[in-house]
């Protein structure tokens, strides 16, 4: 029997099996796509999942960070990280990185989705296998969550990302977020001769080209430079009733998500990784639950009160000037999310 089945081959997934492979356990990862596989993210790594992606021997390329740009109409807003280098990176070259780094650590990846869970008490049936333990990183939409009835009511309205990448020179190492009333754009340097663009709104149905002409100043800055395809994402807000049930645990997006607006995804998702692989090594699944809560609840806690409160369109029209006006909790703000988790 193996020790361990990854549900899903994303960044979150690979990065679970890296740590279950350092752990001395039999794991195999199940992804029905073939890689490298692309979705919709902003591509910017926080300091914390650079670093915690180099010590997995992860090699990354792309473009350094340092650090955080707000924009409106007529004002910006700069807070450097404090602690280490951030890098833009292509969500492809991320993933194309961590496959290269699995198959070093001659992890199995199967090319199947898990299509049925069963918990038969001390191991579980992934579509009939028997194995240890189960750990559901399958995603925004997760179909592990569904099936095993964990999915939550999320009450906050709901927002949608699209991503295009715009073939030009990056003018700064900073990752620029304009906002106007329809949404933000986030800009990060992510080659050289390439910038991705971002765009998260609730305005649903919108094409990328219509709300990127809501922020006159980037489409000023991008100049007609050729945009690429367009990827979509959403609804964005997704919550599970719990993390574990079993022998089942949910890491990643599959665990639940506010909103890409603070941009840690890949940090969150490897100090969540870390936590299932250290419960499971300790034959204490329920552990994993009170760990997923003590890591995130400072990112879930502060990306939920920013997308509240610039719901209301004075507070929103005033978050660039605040952050301008207020350098130090601004800057405070910012080393909080780019910190390890």
Same mark, same amino acid.
Do not use: N
């Given at each position: 029997?193996?020790?361990?089945?990854?549900?899903?081959?994303?960044?979150?997934?690979?990065?679970?099996?890296?740590?279950?492979?350092?752990?001395?356990?039999?794991? +195999?990862?199940?992804?029905?796509?073939?890689?490298?596989?692309?979705?919709?993210?902003?591509?910017?790594?926080?300091?914390?999942?650079?670093?915690?992606? #180099?010590?997995?021997? +992860?090699?990354?390329?792309?473009?350094?960070?340092?650090?955080?740009?707000?924009?409106?109409?007529?004002?910006?807003?700069?807070?450097?990280?404090?602690?280490?280098?951030?890098?833009?990176?292509?969500?492809?070259?991320?993933?194309?990185?961590?496959?290269?780094?699995?198959?070093?650590?001659?992890?199995?990846?199967?090319?199947?989705?898990?299509?049925?869970? #069963?918990?038969?008490?001390?191991?579980?049936?992934?579509?009939?296998?028997?194995?240890?333990?189960?750990?559901?990183?399958?995603?925004?939409?997760?179909?592990?969550?569904?099936?095993?009835?964990?999915?939550?009511?999320?009450?906050?309205?709901?927002?949608?990302?699209?991503?295009?990448?715009?073939?030009?020179?990056?003018?700064?190492?900073?990752?620029?977020?304009?906002?106007?009333?329809?949404?933000?754009?986030?800009?990060?340097?992510?080659?050289?001769?390439?910038?991705?663009?971002?765009?998260?709104?609730?305005?649903?149905?919108?094409?990328?080209?219509?709300?990127?002409?809501?922020?006159?100043?980037?489409?000023?800055?991008?100049?007609?430079?050729?945009?690429?395809?367009?990827?979509?994402?959403?609804?964005?807000?997704?919550?599970?009733?719990?993390?574990?049930?079993?022998?089942?645990?949910?890491?990643?997006?599959?665990?639940?998500?506010?909103?890409?607006?603070?941009?840690?995804?890949?940090?969150?998702?490897?100090? #969540?990784?870390?936590?299932?692989?250290?419960?499971?090594?300790?034959?204490?699944?329920?552990?994993?639950?009170?760990?997923?809560?003590?890591?995130?609840?400072?990112?879930?806690?502060?990306?939920?009160?920013?997308?509240?409160?610039?719901?209301?369109?004075?507070?929103?029209?005033?978050?660039?000037?605040?952050?301008?006006?207020?350098?130090?909790?601004?800057?405070?703000?910012?080393?909080?999310?780019?910190?390890?988790?």
């Amino acid at each position: 029997m193996r020790d361990l089945v990854v549900a899903g081959g994303g960044p979150v997934g690979l990065i679970t099996a890296l740590f279950a492979a350092r752990a001395g356990l039999d794991v +195999v990862v199940r992804e029905p796509r073939r890689g490298p596989v692309d979705k919709a993210c902003g591509e910017g790594l926080m300091p914390g999942a650079v670093a915690g992606l #180099q010590e997995l021997g +992860v090699e990354l390329w792309g473009r350094p960070l340092a650090g955080i740009r707000y924009l409106d109409a007529t004002r910006s807003a700069e807070a450097p990280f404090r602690h280490g280098t951030g890098m833009g990176v292509r969500r492809t070259a991320l993933h194309a990185a961590l496959t290269e780094a699995v198959a070093a650590a001659g992890v199995e990846v199967e090319q199947a989705a898990v299509r049925d869970v #069963q918990d038969r008490g001390d191991h579980v049936l992934a579509d009939g296998t028997p194995a240890r333990y189960l750990i559901a990183a399958d995603g925004l939409h997760s179909p592990t969550r569904r099936a095993l009835g964990l999915d939550g009511v999320s009450r906050m309205p709901q927002r949608y990302a699209q991503r295009a990448h715009a073939s030009i020179e990056p003018w700064t190492d900073l990752v620029e977020v304009h906002w106007a009333q329809s949404g933000e754009a986030y800009v990060t340097p992510t080659a050289d001769g390439q910038v991705g663009v971002a765009i998260l709104t609730r305005q649903r149905g919108r094409s990328f080209h219509d709300l990127l002409a809501d922020h006159p100043g980037l489409v000023e800055r991008l100049a007609g430079a050729p945009l690429g395809r367009v990827k979509g994402a959403g609804p964005l807000r997704q919550r599970a009733t719990r993390r574990v049930q079993g022998q089942v645990l949910l890491v990643g997006d599959a665990a639940g998500y506010v909103d890409a607006l603070t941009g840690e995804g890949i940090a969150l998702g490897l100090a #969540q990784a870390r936590a299932a692989i250290a419960a499971v090594l300790a034959a204490d699944p329920e552990r994993y639950e009170q760990d997923w809560r003590r890591l995130t609840w400072r990112h879930d806690l502060m990306t939920a009160a920013l997308v509240t409160a610039s719901r209301a369109s004075l507070v929103r029209s005033g978050i660039v000037p605040a952050a301008r006006r207020l350098p130090a909790v601004f800057g405070w703000a910012v080393d909080q999310l780019a910190r390890p988790a």
